[in-house]
């Protein structure tokens, strides 16, 4: 019988980080994978192959809309589908066989099927009919998240579909329906519009990216709008019926009403994802669950069984890659007797659609929920040098500062390469910094992220650009 130190269930980036960490610290390791391949839904059928076909779809429009206004001609973009898959399959091949030899050189041990928690101590890992027992001094679970269901409409992966089967549709769609205004909803549906799909989506509440900053979610809206986009807000659909031709989908308002009918030849679900801990024998073991179905944790992420912990999306909090990845390094270093720790107030979030959307800390709703008093600096890219010449000015920067001790609270940003400029403001929000801070940090000229220091210091109402 194999004996570890650990044993982490699941390679999601929660997973497989845990476990690098883990053998870094001088543990031996064991990770077990259900699957086929590494890297869980993120680089499986998730964050990465959405990555590679937005990117894909977004150079595709831009041939077609962009280049000629900047001098560059070429003739009218043709769509080879099955070429893209390549280019979306090549990216996942690379980043799994990244994990793969990240496993190696750490000389982590890779189990191949089903883990089930026997007790403490002690997984059975389950495949092709056969199991085996590995005993370990502790367990991590780090199992992920499953898309959630719709009561009444079968997912078949083909005419109906998750995101997983929106990533691989072989034809694009005359028209996708898109059930849910979160970010995967509106990531795949930008890519699927750009391609030439006509999209509506239908939103249970009365807005859309639920739990983001509302200004930021308006302003989006209409971006979304002018590509192309048609929302029905504050509507659930209650019904799909299929037939050769169309699927035909029955849409009420949420507060009650008329039902009306939408023809569309996909439909996408995307109402968000739950907890995976099928098989596990969470409950058989003594691990604790709550009403959500989430596995309880305490500050160290322990759960109710000695010796056995859990991370990432199969607990509370963001779902989101890298809050899993900060956890199972956090995770690795408190079982190896160290201090491990996640600043859940300072964990940024991207919606990777054009623009993007990106977001760290506290919305305005949120402060005034919890009757913080705040002052706020904007600044929009219509006065950015580098947005001008470039001709992306959509969007802006929003800073949230505390009124009394001028410390950071928020920063919202809508615009162009928003995912990779969050990151000032991430850093200097877990330093406890200032919107002065920001605001006296020089910035190098002409970039995009000089918008951020505007709009630092349009929260002291002196704005130099506009």
Known sequence: MATYDLVVIGTGPGGYVCAVRAAQLGMKVAVVEKNATLGGTCLNVGCMPSKALLHASEMFEE?????????????????????????????????????????????????KGTGKILGTGKVEVSADGKSQLVETKNIVIATGSDIARLKGIEIDEKRIVSSTGALSLDKVPGKLLIVGAGVIGLELGSVWQRLGAEVIVVEFLDRILPGMDGEIAKQFQRILEKQGFAFKLGSKVTGVEANSKALLAKVEPAAGGAAETLEADVILVCIGRVPYTDGLGLKEAG????????????????????GVYAIGDVVAGPMLAHKAEDEGVAVAEIIAGQAGHVNYDVIPGVVYTTPEV?????????????????????FPFTANG?????????????????????????????????????????????????AEDLA????????????IKEAALAVGKRAIHM
Not at 370 to 377: I, P, Q, S
Not at 387 to 414: E, M, P
Request: net charge positive.
């Open 440 to 451: 006296r940090t020089c910035h190098a000229h002409p970039t995009r992220s000089e918008a």
């Open 358 to 378: 990106s977001c760290v800390g506290k919305t305005e709703e949120e402060l005034k929920q919890d009757g913080v008093a705040y002052t706020v600096g904007k």
């Open 63 to 111: 041939a077609a809309h962009s280049f000629a206004k900047m001098g560059v001609s070429v003739s009218a973009p043709k769509l080879e589908l099955p070429a893209m898959m390549n280019f979306k399959q090549q990216g996942i091949d690379g980043n799994v066989k990244g994990v793969e030899f990240l496993m190696k050189k750490n000389k982590i041990d890779v189990l």
């Open 386 to 434: 580098r947005s001008k010449v470039n001709q992306t000015t959509d969007g802006f920067v929003k800073v949230l500062a505390d009124a009394k001790t001028d410390r950071v609270l928020g920063v919202h940003i809508i615009g162009r390469e928003a995912g990779e400029m969050i990151h000032e403001a991430a850093v200097l929000m877990e330093f406890g910094g200032s």
């Open 287 to 306: 691990v604790a669950l709550d009403n959500r179905g989430r596995v309880q944790i305490d500050p160290h992420f322990a759960t109710s069984l000695k």
